[in-house]
């Protein structure tokens, strides 16, 4: 996410850690999935705030449907070119688009990861169609993390949870997820990946497949089994054809991939 700074302070592993304003959040709301989407469409908007870091101009959103008051995640950006020239260098068929932040909740939920990306709606505000996400509350980002040092309280569930982010990246190619604030980490150290508008490249290679060392079991079975049609039904309103078929393309690879470290080093070492 590219708008997260540092605000509040709190001890966590006798290391003080700067968080960002907006993780101060009154008690979550205890809404399923689709209770929050349905806020998120019908809510009304009481509060705005255009958050400073980053280059798509996203707001932070305060609705309210007269019981509930809740934040949300506005991005509107809409940039396509032929080529764009970028710090990393030039890119061929550029996208920034706030419609792949839908396409991202949609394709999450098909491989059982919904709980790992908040929930986002498509809906007007100000005059500008942009998609609209729930907005959860972290203890920092995985870049704070880092640069702090601070060790999980459970490495190894963490670390699961990174893994399928290794996955899911490599399959929606999302070229900018490992951008220090695009991780986020919950306040029971949950994981989620937020901000998904540089994904969805045309590509049919992947990243960074040697990042892909393990895999649930879940997960690989949701891979294999993710047909091109149902992928079209669900994602059709926000990805073309060329963006579907890069994904199908480059999960078959994924799918090769894993096959073949498991063959390599066996089962054990690599689903969980």
């Known amino acids: 996410m590219r708008y997260k700074k540092a605000c509040i302070t709190l ?19 205890q809404l399923t999935p689709e209770q929050q989407r349905q806020f998120l469409l019908s809510a009304k908007v ?19 449907d007269g019981v509930i008051t809740h934040d949300a995640h506005f991005q509107s950006i809409e940039e396509r070119k032929a080529f764009k020239q970028l710090e990393r260098g030039g890119e061929i068929n ?4 706030y419609l792949y932040n839908l ?40 870049g704070k993390r880092q640069e702090k040092k601070i060790r999980p309280p459970d ?12 996955v899911f990246t490599e399959l929606i190619y999302d070229t900018d997820r490992w951008n220090p604030g695009n991780i986020l980490i919950g306040k029971n150290w949950e994981v989620y990946m937020v901000d998904f508008t540089r994904a969805f ?11 892909m060392a393990r895999c649930s079991r879940e997960l690989l079975e949701k891979l294999r089994a993710l047909d091109g049609q149902v992928l079209a039904a669900t994602v059709r309103n926000h990805l073309t054809e060329l963006e579907r078929t890069g994904i199908m393309k480059r999960r078959d690879k994924i ?15 690599v689903l969980y």
Not at 46 to 64: E, H, P
Request: proline share 5%; glycine share 6%; net charge neutral.
């Open 11 to 29: 001890s966590l592993a006798s290391i003080l850690v700067v968080l960002p304003a907006f993780c101060r959040t009154q008690d979550e709301p």
């Open 46 to 64: 009481i509060r705005s705030k255009q958050l400073a870091q980053g280059v798509t101009n996203s707001f932070q959103l305060t609705l309210s």
């Open 94 to 97: 550029f996208a920034d688009s």
């Open 103 to 142: 396409a991202a909740y949609e394709l999450a939920g098909l491989l059982g990861l919904a709980d790992m990306v908040p929930v986002a709606v498509g809906r007007k505000w100000e005059g500008k169609a942009g998609a609209m996400a729930w907005w959860v509350p972290t203890l920092m980002t995985e």
């Open 155 to 166: 490495p190894e569930t963490f670390n699961r949870a990174i893994y399928k982010v290794q």
């Open 201 to 211: 490249r045309l590509y049919h290679t992947l990243q960074r497949p040697e990042k």
């Open 255 to 269: 799918v090769a991939h894993l096959d073949k470290l498991i063959a390599e080093k066996g089962e054990g070492a």
